[in-house]
């Protein structure tokens, strides 16, 4: 694949940095790793690199970042809920386009996001009817990646349920509970599921 031609030198580092992706933890992502993970996707699915805009003499004020913002806005400013953002978009939205999308504002679009708040972060963000969820649900991947750091593989809500019942609990798991409440979910969720 050919290189990004950056139209300056803050462009040059602000590249560069874009393989942090690979070596530092999701949840100490900044807005440039988020966009340089939805580069990296943009780029899967096409076959060639995301045509940047080049609005903005400084990175900080181009027309991408201020659209991942525009997200962590509408969303979260959690990386790991944005990551799982990208991925949904990718895996639900990008296949059902008749063509292929050219702007990162594709992501900023408010039906997706309400569409994606109501699906994955029920409870605190978007009202929802309980009969929506049930114990077959599958948790979001930034919830089960949580448990999974802490040797717990729970995939469902009625797993979480289950997980969330149990009588001494390690303080690992105590832990990754109080994560993905910070991330967004809804302890009433476990009381209402069917």
């Known amino acids: 694949m050919e290189a990004i031609i950056a139209p300056n030198e803050k462009y040059e580092k602000f590249f560069a940095k874009f393989s942090e992706i690979e070596t530092i933890k999701i949840a100490d992502w900044k807005p440039y790793h988020i966009l340089s993970y939805f580069c990296s996707l943009y780029e899967k699915e096409y076959g060639k690199k995301y045509q940047w805009k080049f609005n903005s003499p400084s990175p900080s004020k181009c027309f991408e970042i201020f659209h991942i913002n525009k997200v962590r806005i509408q969303l979260s400013s959690s990386p790991i809920i944005l990551k799982d953002y990208i991925d949904w978009i990718f895996a639900n939205k990008v296949p059902l386009c008749k063509r292929r999308f050219t702007s990162i ?5 408010e039906d997706f996001v309400r569409e994606y708040k ?4 029920t409870g605190t963000t978007a009202p929802i009817e309980e009969e929506t969820i049930r114990r077959s649900t599958k948790l979001p991947e930034s919830y089960r990646a949580v448990f999974i ?7 469902t809500y009625g797993d979480l349920a289950f997980l969330s019942k ?21 302890e009433e969720i476990l009381r209402r599921i069917i």
Do not use: H, P
């Not at 109501?118 to 972060?121: G, R």
């Not at 750091?149 to 995939?155: E, I, L, M, S, T």
């Open 118 to 121: 109501i699906q994955y972060l």
């Open 149 to 155: 750091d802490v040797g717990q593989n729970v995939a």
């Open 166 to 186: 149990m009588n001494n609990k390690e303080e690992s798991i105590n832990r990754a509970f109080d994560k993905i409440i910070e991330l967004g979910f809804d």
């Open 105 to 109: 504002s594709f992501m900023t679009n």
